[in-house]
């Protein structure tokens, strides 16, 4: 059988500029283990979703979930045929991963992030995520739906797992409405980001911000926004070289997160209360920043904040190291605060909903390419990896920890992205016709890190030497398994097999973060109307009160005022 496959993928054409064994791999390995009639079970574990955890089984067809079976219920019958059988017992079966926050191959500050989609996908599938969501950064000027081509020329065909896009706006003309709406309409696009910092060349205004927003809301689309004071950032970078402080540790103290990332995260809230659109706020890396995202869903605005994977294991103080290599591997903007105590912090936000999802901003750059900054810390590529770790630092520094619960791990690693970006329950869930994305998780486990052992192309990992309690056993991606610590399917070529595998998802527009926008805006117009009549009511009495007693029409108001406010409070 195997020889009459191969036989036929040879005749499989390939496309230019990709590895002919490794897509010739891929090509096999799908014709083996996704055809129509594989099956597979994972039996005996404890499985976990947002709301709930059970032990049970899990029987999986053609990629889908077809089957979950609860031990001690009333069930119906399960049976344990299949053409793979995965014995989970003591360990967590959980929904697949889901980074909704990476940028693979961008162009950045003269240079490419070195993980390609590739690598990232293969990192991820090492770690448990089984869905990313990158970037698309349009150039000044450059048509979004000529940008989205030239993302996807890049995934396509080059991805182990599936992925998405948003889009970021980096500029505003008539032309950007027009892309946004073919984007959200032809191409499932629908999520768009803005900086508020990068002055110079990502950043745009408030105004420009506003009819983002506005736009996105008609679209039903959902806006991101990095928040930093850019201007802020341009002279605290001045001053730090006024002051002869060329070094990393000059990037935490140029755009200091007490007072950068917070008043950034207080005005793009406000500006999106002025729309009521949802608004999402990527890498939260303060509690300070967290206190305004806090604010604004207190208020009862649609808000949702994330932090990332590295605000969770490691601090700020890493800028300080003399050795610039491991100071330059830990500049991020926003930066990664000096406060020691944030991490536990953040976590505790995200324990009680305050923050709603992990991320990573996974974007990296190998030694050469950080070291462009050596003699500037403004000109070190920012960014980190984080892929592959997050789950287990997740695990590790929350659930081993007291501070979240598995439930919590569940929620805030992929359930919150699949609802907050409409891929629920497609994923993000354990239940009977969602995508077989599964996570076998070995809680009675501990791996230490390095960037020696790592999936990754980076050549540094900024969780290095950190022993994290829990480890991603198994990883399944559409009903195939792509990772396994068991015998060889933990290396890079094993994965690399499904090279080209891995599906753009199209998302919808509107639905969960939109769910209730339309009754906020109903009760905003009815108080505006209420106020509005009664303001023409007291106008109207003025007039005539004015008339019948020969005073200013502004003395009349304050009268009649005056008589409203007494009454009332009688």
């Known amino acids: 059988m195997l020889s009459s496959i191969i036989s036929k993928c040879r005749h499989v054409g390939y496309a230019a500029g990709y590895d002919r064994r490794l897509k010739f791999k891929a090509v096999c390995w799908n014709k083996l283990n996704c055809r129509p009639f594989s099956s597979l079970i994972i039996k005996n574990g404890l499985i976990v979703n947002a709301d709930r955890k059970f032990e049970g089984h899990v ?25 793979t059988i995965i014995d989970a017992k003591g360990k967590f079966v959980v929904p697949g991963g889901i980074d909704p926050h990476v940028h693979l191959e961008m162009p950045f500050m003269g240079t490419h992030s070195i993980d390609g989609y590739r690598e990232g996908t293969r990192a991820g599938l090492a770690g448990g995520t089984t869905t990313l969501i990158d970037f698309i950064i349009p150039a000044p000027g450059q048509d979004l739906v000529d940008a989205y081509k030239e993302w996807q020329g890049r995934a396509e065909n080059n991805t182990c797992s599936d992925y998405g896009f948003h889009c970021g706006i980096t500029y505003w003309d008539d032309s950007v409405p027009l892309g946004m709406e073919r984007l959200v309409k032809e191409y499932g696009v629908t999520s768009f980001k803005v900086f508020l910092a990068y002055k110079g060349s990502l950043m745009i205004n408030d105004e420009e911000c506003l009819k983002v927003l506005e736009t996105a809301k008609k679209l039903g689309a959902i806006v991101m926004a990095h928040c930093e004071n850019g201007d802020m950032v341009e002279r605290g970078q001045s001053k730090m070289h006024d002051m002869g402080i060329f070094g990393p540790e000059g990037h935490y103290f140029s755009r200091p997160n007490d007072i950068v990332e917070q008043e950034a995260t207080h005005r793009a809230i406000a500006l999106a209360r002025s729309v009521n659109t949802p608004l999402y706020v990527v890498h939260v890396m303060s509690p300070a920043a967290c206190d305004e995202v806090h604010r604004g869903r207190s208020s009862g605005q649609v808000i949702f904040g994330e932090t990332l994977a590295s605000a969770l294991g490691v601090d700020g103080t890493h800028l300080e190291n003399p050795e610039f290599r ?39 750059f190998s030694t050469s390419q950080k070291e462009l900054g050596k003699l500037d810390f403004a000109r070190i590529p920012n960014g ?187």
């Open 59 to 83: 029987k999986v067809q053609n990629g889908k979930i077809i089957q979950v079976f609860e031990k001690n219920s009333e069930s119906e019958e399960f049976s344990f045929q299949a053409d």
């Open 384 to 570: 980190c990896n984080g892929i592959e770790d997050r789950l287990s630092v997740v695990y590790s520094e929350g659930v081993d920890n007291g501070l979240l619960s598995i439930c919590d791990f569940v929620r805030v690693t992929s359930t919150a992205a699949a609802k907050i970006f409409n891929i629920y329950p497609r994923k993000g869930v354990i239940q009977k016709g969602s995508d077989a994305d599964l996570v076998i998780f070995d809680p009675s486990q501990s791996r230490v890190v390095s960037y020696k052992t790592h999936h990754h192309a980076v050549d540094f990992n900024i969780f290095e030497g950190m022993k994290l309690n829990g480890v991603v056993h198994t990883t399944i991606s559409n009903g195939v398994v792509k990772y396994s610590v068991d015998g060889d399917r933990n290396t890079n070529e094993f994965i690399e097999q499904f090279v080209g595998t891995g599906r753009y998802l199209q998302r919808d527009s509107f639905g969960f973060p939109f769910e209730r926008i339309d009754a906020l805006d109903k009760k905003k117009e009815e108080r505006i109307r209420k106020k509005s009549n009664n303001f023409s009511q007291v106008h109207s009495l003025s007039i005539n009160f004015a008339n019948i007693y020969n005073i200013e029409i502004s003395q009349s108001i304050y009268l009649i005022l005056k008589y409203f406010i007494l009454t009332q409070k009688k």
């Open 326 to 364: 491991h100071a330059a591997g830990f500049v991020m903007s926003p930066p990664l605060t000096m406060e020691t105590n944030a991490k536990a912090e953040l976590m505790k936000r995200l324990a009680c909903d305050q923050l709603q999802l992990v991320s990573t901003d996974n974007c990296t």
